[in-house]
C-alpha cells in the first residue's frame, strides 16, 4: 500500500507540473524624455509640434527579443503627453510617437503615477490617458476622476489562466496640485490599505504594486522604502516594483518557511533611458519575474533574473538613444550599432553585477 501511494503522489505531482501555467513579466525603469532626446528624435524635417516628426524606433530595438519572450512588459512612463509644444525637464511633455514606439516594440502595461505626472496640469493628464486608450495599452495610477479610478484601481490582467491585480502610486507630484477631477494615486496609508484591500476581494492570483519613492541617486532604500514595503506586504502584496531614484537598487527575495519566494522587492529599477549625466543613471536594471499557477491552485513564485540595461547616446551611435541590454553586449559588441562605449560599459556591469 505504501508503494501504492507513493506512485500515485507522484502521478499527481507530474500532473500538476505538466498542467501548471506560467506568466512571464518584465519590467523596465523610467523611460524619460529630456531635451536632448527631443533634439535626437526629431527627423529633421516637419513641424516641431507635430507627433509626426519624431521618430524613436532604436529606443527599444535591442530589447524586443527580451519582449517578445514575455507575456507582460511594464514600463514606467515619467512623461506626459500633453498638446505641444514639446518639452523635457523640468515639466515634461513628449510626441505620442514615444507611447505609439513602446507598443509597437513590445511594451503592454504603462504604470503612469510618478512625481511628474501633472507637469502639463489637466491637459497633460488628459491627453496622456486619452492617448493610452487611443494605442489600447492597459495603465494604471492616474484617472479622470474618482469613478475611473474606483473602477480601474486596482487593474486586473488575466493571462495563462494567471490572474494580477496591480497596483500604482507616487511620493508626490514636485509640489504641483493634482487639477479637480483627476486623480494622480499618492502614496498614502489608509488608501494603500483600502485598495490593496479591493484587490484582495478580486481574488487574483498576485498582487503587484509599482511604487515611486526613495531617494534620487541613492543606491541604497531608504528606511521610508522599507516602512512602506512593509505596509504593502502586511495588506496582501505580493512583489513591490520600485522606480524614482534614477539608479538600481537591490532586489531582493523573501522565503517562506520552506524556502519558497514570498515576496520579490525591486527599490528601483533605476532608468530605463533618460539624458541623465549624474553618475548610476546610465545603468538599469530590466526585471524578469514568472508566476507558476498549477491546475490545483498552487502558485509559486520562480527567483528572478536581472538583466542590467544601458543607455547609449547619439556620440556613441551616430545620432540616437537606445537601451542595450550590456550582458548581451559585451558578449558579441559587434551586433550593437555601438561606438567607443565598450570599456566604460564592462566597468559598470561588472561593479553592479558583483553588488
Not at 520562480?302 to 547609449?312: A, F, N
Request: hydrophobic share 40%; net charge neutral.
Amino acid at each position: 500500500m505504501k508503494v501504492i501511494a507513493v506512485v500515485i503522489f507522484q502521478l499527481i505531482s507530474l500532473l500538476a507540473v505538466g498542467s501548471s501555467d506560467t506568466l512571464k513579466l518584465l519590467f523596465i525603469g523610467d523611460v524619460m524624455q529630456h531635451s536632448a532626446q527631443l533634439d535626437a528624435a526629431y527627423i529633421g524635417k516637419g513641424a516641431k509640434n507635430s507627433p509626426e516628426s519624431y521618430s524613436y524606433k532604436e529606443y527599444f530595438q535591442y530589447l524586443k527579443p527580451f519582449f517578445n519572450k514575455a507575456d507582460i512588459v511594464a514600463a514606467n512612463m515619467e512623461t506626459t503627453f500633453g498638446p505641444a509644444p514639446f518639452a523635457g525637464y523640468p515639466a515634461f511633455c513628449s510626441p505620442s510617437s514615444l507611447a505609439q514606439e513602446a507598443k509597437e516594440s513590445g511594451i503592454n502595461l504603462f504604470f503612469a503615477s510618478n512625481n511628474h505626472s501633472v507637469d502639463r496640469g489637466a491637459a497633460g493628464l488628459k491627453g496622456t490617458i486619452e492617448l493610452y486608450e487611443q494605442l489600447g495599452i492597459p495603465f494604471t495610477g492616474i484617472y479622470r476622476d474618482s469613478n475611473e479610478e474606483s473602477a480601474n484601481h486596482p487593474l486586473i490582467l488575466s493571462k495563462k489562466n494567471i490572474k494580477i491585480a496591480f497596483l500604482n502610486y507616487t511620493y508626490g507630484t514636485n509640489g504641483i496640485a493634482v487639477p479637480s477631477p483627476y486623480i494622480v494615486k499618492l502614496l498614502d496609508s489608509s488608501t494603500v490599505r483600502r485598495d490593496l484591500a479591493a484587490a484582495r476581494f478580486a481574488k487574483p492570483d498576485f498582487i503587484i504594486v509599482s511604487v515611486h519613492w526613495g531617494e534620487e541617486y541613492k543606491l541604497s532604500p531608504s528606511v521610508s522604502q522599507f516602512n512602506w514595503e512593509s505596509l504593502f506586504y502586511a495588506n496582501g502584496a505580493d512583489i513591490v516594483i520600485g522606480s524614482h531614484p534614477h539608479v538600481p537598487q537591490d532586489v531582493v527575495t523573501y522565503p517562506d518557511p520552506y524556502g519558497n519566494i514570498q515576496h520579490i522587492t525591486a527599490y528601483s529599477l533605476g532608468n530605463a533611458i533618460s539624458n541623465m549625466t549624474a553618475k548610476n543613471t546610465r545603468i538599469g536594471i530590466m526585471l524578469e519575474v514568472s508566476l507558476v499557477k498549477t491546475c490545483f491552485e498552487q502558485k509559486e513564485i520562480l527567483q528572478p533574473k536581472v538583466h542590467y540595461i544601458w543607455t547609449s547616446r547619439p556620440a556613441a551611435t551616430g545620432g540616437y538613444f537606445t537601451i542595450v541590454p550590456m550582458k548581451e553586449y559585451l558578449q558579441a559588441p559587434s551586433a550593437f550599432g555601438i561606438n567607443g562605449e565598450h570599456e566604460l560599459i564592462e566597468r559598470y556591469y561588472n561593479t553592479f553585477e558583483k553588488r
